[in-house]
């Protein structure tokens, strides 16, 4: 599947933080609103099948098909970046600087959120007949899942929150490697296995990703669930993506840019 070697995708992962710092705002904001959007049409595809079939293995098994879409098409999501970018700041590539990246973080946080919410209008209306029939099965398993995953925390106060927050930085370790595995081949076939293994992991465990969760929770408030934007906030949205930022950059982008690129003096025997 013609492999990279590890300091051979390294050095493109840096390449690409860069890329993306110098992109156009236009560019970037159009590249994440694709990505949140079919990442959330992939989510709503998943809870579907969970649905339909009883069996959330299924579901989780062919979630990673959106993930696979976004990144053969080029475009980023906010999960990415959170690893990608740094690299370039921390390679000292000329003009990268903290400003340019946390710039990036938004212009991405923007898209992606655009583009979910835009899945979660469009999946309520088709759902509801234009918001004039009860949701069925699928609908009513969206906002439960909303409630379980905000309210569900908050009655754990701050050991709830924490658990969102980990929960989010294991979320991420697992993406963020599917961002690499985009990298680690030349081949579609090749990266299309090297990105699906750690996605299919962490949606069947469950953990939190940022902007799939941009999409769960409006599309849950459209669908009747009981719990307000204010608890989907703070009890679910800002723990995660800091997790995502946590997870992503310290148990990926920093452990490979550490060992592949600024590799330590070999010991003398």
């Known amino acids: ?91 000292r590539r000329p003009g990268v600087t903290t400003n340019r990246v946390l710039k990036n973080w938004g212009l991405v946080f923007l898209g992606n959120f655009a583009g979910a919410l835009t899945v979660a209008f469009m999946m309520s209306f088709i759902l509801t007949y234009g918001f004039n029939t009860e949701p069925g099965a699928v609908g009513e398993k969206l906002a439960a899942i909303g409630e379980s995953r905000t309210l569900g925390y908050a009655e754990y106060g701050l050991a709830g929150w924490i658990t969102i927050f980990i929960r ?5 370790w697992m993406v963020s490697m599917g961002v690499v595995g985009a990298m680690v081949s030349t081949t579609v076939s090749g990266k299309v296995i090297a990105m699906w293994m750690p996605i299919f992991l962490f949606f069947y465990m469950g953990f939190e990703h940022s902007v799939v969760n941009m999409f769960l929770f409006p599309c849950a408030m459209l669908m009747g669930g009981d719990f307000s934007v204010a608890d989907y906030f703070i009890w679910n949205e800002i723990p995660t993506a800091l997790g995502n930022l946590v997870g992503g950059l310290a148990f990926t982008g920093l452990t490979l840019y550490t060992t592949h690129v600024r590799t330590a003096p070999k010991r003398s025997l």
Do not use: W
């Open 1 to 91: 599947m013609s492999y990279l070697v590890p300091s051979e995708f390294v050095t493109k992962m840096v390449d690409a933080g860069e890329s993306k710092i110098y992109m156009a705002t236009r560019d970037t904001l159009i590249r994440a609103y694709m990505a949140g959007a079919i990442l959330a049409l992939a989510a709503a595809m998943a809870v579907t099948i969970t649905v339909q079939t009883g069996n959330p293995l299924i579901g989780a098994l062919l979630f990673p098909v959106g993930f696979c879409m976004l990144y053969l098409m080029g475009f980023d999501l906010l999960t990415g970046v959170f690893m990608l970018t740094p690299l370039a700041l921390l390679d």
């Open 168 to 172: 989010g930085m294991l979320c991420n």
